[in-house]
């Protein structure tokens, strides 16, 4: 009872300072970076390759490129979710990396005052960029999350991609994040397409929402992605970042999915990576 007392007044106390401003329009606000230097090939020649990013705020992106350009398993993605970003720095990104970039926030964070959310990137066409709104306010600032939806034009191949971040563990219940999980798998029930969901889930176990629903927990084993501070002093790790599929599958071999476990300095997150097929069909030759 102590404890929940001591979150509760915590939690009030926040609430009276950091109030966040929503973006609730479901049409915006939407920022696309095209590039002219994007690949369109007839075909792919490789499995899928996808990243996930967590960049804290979006502040350090000098050294989240340093990780991206400089990491072989980062290399040649083919598509990129990032999550806590502002549309300059996902556009300097996707400028430096010579790819497309789709960014929607989610709000305005009460932390830094700067916009907040998640973006998707990939050196194939973007097409359809979508934003789904989540339904729960966080606890104290109130900010309501976003989805960022695109599908990835990659060849003869369409693939509706999510970049996903949860509120953290203390700002919404269980329960509600369950409830945010179904609104995703819901919203990708819909598409006839393969189906990548990748993100901070900031949970491990709720995750199996997705699970149950249908989809394919690619990253469950995969290890602590990012540690529980006390007092600034890291004490526990966390599995916190995922990459979810409906309709594809791991590349076969050690090296179809891993953790980068040096990321410069550029988050309190580790970067993700998974290579995918088709589900059912045999590896195409490549990377």
């Known amino acids: 009872m102590l404890r929940r007392g001591l979150v509760a007044a915590l939690v009030a106390a926040t609430a009276l300072a950091c109030a966040a401003h929503s973006y609730l329009d479901p049409d ?11 690949r369109r090939l007839p075909e792919p020649a490789a499995p899928l390759r996808v990243v996930s990013f967590n960049i804290a705020y979006g502040i350090e992106i000098d050294r989240a490129l340093e990780v991206l350009r400089g990491s072989e398993a980062l290399r040649e993605l083919d598509l990129l ?27 305005v964070h009460p932390k830094h005052k700067r916009d907040f959310g998640c973006a998707l990137l990939s050196p194939w066409p973007l097409v359809e960029p979508r934003k789904l709104l989540l339904p729960h306010g966080a606890r104290g600032s109130g900010l309501r999350r976003a989805a960022t939806v695109a599908t990835v034009v990659r060849g003869a191949q369409r693939i509706r991609a999510y970049s996903v971040h949860l509120p953290s563990p203390l700002a919404i219940s269980g329960g509600s994040r369950r409830d945010e999980l179904r609104v995703l798998a819901s919203d990708a029930a819909a598409s006839s397409d393969p189906v990548v969901i990748a993100g901070d889930f900031n949970s491990h176990d709720k995750v199996e929402e997705l699970e149950r629903a249908g989809f394919a927990w690619l990253t469950r084993g995969l290890g602590d992605t990012t540690r529980f501070k006390l007092l600034g002093i890291p004490i526990a790790g966390l599995a916190y970042d995922h990459v979810l599929t409906r309709g594809l599958a791991l590349a076969p071999g050690p090296a ?3 953790i980068v476990a040096d990321n410069h300095g550029a988050s309190d997150h580790l970067p993700i990576w998974t290579v995918l097929v088709l589900d059912g069909d045999p590896p195409a030759s490549g990377r």
């Open 28 to 38: 915006g606000p939407l920022h696309q970076f095209p590039s002219v230097e994007a």
């Open 81 to 107: 979710a990032l999550q806590e970003m502002d549309a300059p720095g996902t556009e300097r990104i996707a400028k430096a990396l010579g790819i497309n970039a789709v960014y929607f926030p989610s709000g």
């Open 256 to 258: 179809a999915l891993g």
